[in-house]
């Protein structure tokens, strides 16, 4: 299928959960995850209407750019390790993966401008996921005021891969209710606007729950003619 034909199955798939949660569909970014496809199948994503690619991958990230250049607007999606800092940060305008000081300190020194970043936060407490614990994000945030370059758009989370709901809304409310606790604290460095949850699987529920930015590959990108 194209990726036009699914990109308007999606955004029906927006509208309902929206209607559902009392929210505006105008309040949701879908970022396109083409870490699994083709340059082609990227191009295509732009060509539909996308505005937004995420990638997990320096070598992916940077290949992609080099035929897209700044068409879309790039989000680093995947675990960050410190060392591949210096290859990605000044080409991509959101990272979703900040979950540790040595990786804000090599960012905030390696940075030309500000970037927006997201902390990742473990919500479900598995071990085979990354992120801060729901207990740690309060205190890293605020570790942070004094780092020019990081702003602190908002969270992210990966929820568990299942088929039950209502442990999917669990992780999503909570880290609704962590993003609210920050935007209480009123910290110039993090606004915290943003929620990045929800993928091809649970990206309705998540949008239930508050997300404002859906990541979606298989949905969206996947299955190339």
Not at 56 to 65: F, I, W, Y
Not at 203 to 222: D, K, P, S
Request: proline share 2%.
């Amino acid at each position: 299928m194209k990726v036009k034909d699914k990109l308007k199955i999606i955004q029906g798939n927006i509208q309902e959960a929206c209607e559902k949660s009392n929210r505006n569909p105008e309040e949701i970014t879908v970022i396109a995850v083409t870490k699994y496809v083709t340059i082609d199948r990227a191009a295509e994503a732009v060509e539909a209407g996308v505005v937004h690619l995420g990638e997990n991958r320096d070598e992916g990230l940077l290949a992609k750019q080099e035929v897209l250049r700044d068409k879309p607007i790039w989000h680093f999606i995947g675990s960050l390790q410190t060392r591949k800092v210096k290859n990605i940060i000044n080409q991509v305008d959101y990272i979703h993966s900040l979950d540790r000081l040595s990786l804000a300190i090599e960012v905030n020194k390696r940075a030309q401008k500000q970037i927006n970043c997201f902390v990742q936060v473990n919500v479900s407490g598995e071990e085979s996921k990354q992120g801060l614990s729901y207990e740690e994000v309060t205190d890293f945030v605020m570790s942070l005021k004094d780092y020019e370059k990081i702003r602190i758009c908002g969270l992210m989370t990966m929820a568990p891969l299942t088929a039950n709901e209502s442990m999917l809304r669990s992780c999503f409310r909570s880290l609704k209710e962590l993003q609210c606790k920050i935007q209480n604290l009123k910290l110039e460095n993090a606004p915290c606007t943003e929620l990045s949850m929800g993928m091809s699987n649970d990206y309705m529920i998540a949008i239930e729950e508050g997300a404002t930015m859906v990541r979606i590959g298989t949905a969206l990108v996947g299955e190339e003619e």
